[in-house]
Antibody
């Protein structure tokens, strides 16, 4: 069973960079058919997809965050990471890492987030 | 950006009743691009339905999904106490991948 675990500081000052890591266990981050994602959930609000990265380092970001966002992957440690710069209070949220899986339905390709970390709350405040 | 609007915002039902949750998209897309997630308090979302109608591992057949185009539905045929949670739909027909605002199913 694949497990994901987020780590990083729970408090970040405004204008600084938020840095989080996600450690994958129970499976290799190099496996084909998967990419590795970040999703956040603002307090009392819904979910926002941040972006994903393949084990090759190829990334795909939410355009609304792209100018401040950087993701990286460390295949030797089965980890991937997120850096979000110039944070404001609007970036306060629970941050989840998740596996984005390529599957099929009636021989048609489909995708879904099938394994999630437990989430790490991050507050942006001075 | 594809906006997903879920209704109702809150659905109050009792165990044994049938629940019907709606997800309407601002643009039409193929059903294989839609998933549903269940989230309980203090937990991460959990994949429930993918490809609009395929059940994820661990969910019983009282959960079913349907729809295509702009309108999608999640149905729970007979509610059990453990089904009370928040349900989100999510699309990936076009970036950015978006989620609905959620339907809270309460007892």
């Amino acid at each position: 069973q694949v497990q994901l675990q987020e780590s990083g500081p729970g408090l970040v000052k405004p204008s600084q960079t938020l840095s989080l890591s996600c450690t994958v266990s129970g499976g290799s981050i190099r496996s084909d058919g998967y990419s590795w994602s970040w999703i956040r959930q603002h307090p009392e609000k819904g979910l926002e997809w941040i972006g994903y990265i393949f084990h090759t380092g190829t990334t795909f970001y939410n355009p609304s965050l792209k100018s401040r966002l950087s993701m990286s992957v460390d295949t030797s440690n089965n980890q991937f990471s997120l850096k979000l710069s110039s944070v404001t209070a609007a970036d306060t949220a629970i941050y989840y890492c998740a596996r984005w899986t390529k599957g099929s339905v009636r021989e048609i390709i489909t995708f879904y987030f099938d394994f999630w970390g437990q989430g790490i709350p991050v507050t942006v405040s001075s | 950006e594809v906006v997903l609007t879920q209704s109702p915002g809150t659905l109050s039902l009792s165990p044994g009743e049938r629940a019907t949750l709606s997800c309407r998209a601002s643009q039409s897309f193929a059903g294989t691009y839609l998933a549903w997630y269940q989230q309980k308090p203090g937990q991460a979302p959990r994949l429930l339905i993918y490809g609009a109608s395929s059940r994820a591992t661990g969910f019983p057949d009282r959960f079913s999904g349907s729809g295509s185009g702009r309108d999608f539905t999640l149905t729970i045929s007979r509610l059990e106490p453990e089904d009370f949670a928040v349900y989100y739909c999510q699309q990936y027909s076009s970036a950015p991948y978006t989620f609905g605002q959620g339907t809270k199913l309460e007892n």
